[in-house]
């Protein structure tokens, strides 16, 4: 069972575009990580997020935490081609082990 | 540093059959973490070891296991395969696992059963 929804499915852009990912639970997140995942590849950590209305930037991506924790958004401001891949956002388990439970993605194509 | 190797990259089965897949953690870690991921489920856990023992465990039947040696390398079985197994699984490593601490993905072992 999907517990995180994500948005769009899919998003195909030209470079130089804005775009933004949605993430979205009916239960509260402790804490949630965005992941990118290019093709071939493991997904590879962007951030961690904790507290409610939490905002971190990453070079062109913003990455926001709702302020009630069941929500965060992922903006990248002016796309490259190097941001293609499937973004996917995930929450963190409340214990101590080693459990995420990832969105359904989104799979971003940007073209030159 | 090397990161997390997964052996091996591409197998083909045949259903019935069972197979072996093989994660070696970065040095250090000792939490080992294993997803399957398709295109119809996305990424979903298996089960996760650490210091050789089973902490967590996915909704998956008992036909996916998993084990995890002394030197934190892990092996993960399935047996009597069917198609539906036909996946990227993917293996994770963490120092220690648990809240707020980052996992590192291998490439992943693409599994056809035919």
């Known amino acids: 069972t999907q517990l995180l929804e994500q948005s769009p499915q899919f998003l195909s852009i030209q470079e130089g575009e804005n775009l933004t990912v949605y993430c979205n639970s009916s239960?509260?997140?402790?804490?949630l990580q965005w992941y990118r995942q290019e093709p071939g590849e493991g997904p590879v950590l962007l951030v961690t997020v904790v507290t409610g209305g939490e905002v971190k930037k990453l070079k062109r991506l913003t990455f926001q935490f709702g302020d009630a924790r069941k929500d965060s958004s992922l903006h990248i401001t002016a796309a490259q081609t190097g941001d293609t891949g499937l973004y996917l956002c995930a929450r963190l388990p409340n214990t101590g082990f080693q459990k995420l439970v990832f969105g359904t993605g989104t799979r971003l194509l940007v073209s030159p | 540093k090397a990161g997390v190797t997964q052996t091996p990259r591409y197998l083909i089965k045949t259903r019935g059959q069972q197979v072996t897949l093989s994660c070696s953690p970065i040095s250090g870690h000792r939490s080992v973490s294993w997803y399957q991921q398709t295109p119809g489920q996305g990424l979903q856990f298996l089960f996760e070891?650490?210091?050789?023992?089973?902490?967590n465990k996915g909704n998956f039947p008992g036909r996916f296991s998993g084990r995890q040696f002394s030197n934190s390398r892990s092996e993960m079985n399935v047996s009597t395969l069917e198609l539906g197994d036909s996946a990227l699984y993917l293996c994770a490593s963490s120092p220690m696992g648990g809240g707020n601490t980052e996992a590192f993905f291998g490439q992943g072992t693409r599994l056809t059963v035919v």
């Open positions: 239960s509260v997140f402790s804490s």
């Open positions: 070891y650490f210091s050789e023992t089973q902490r």
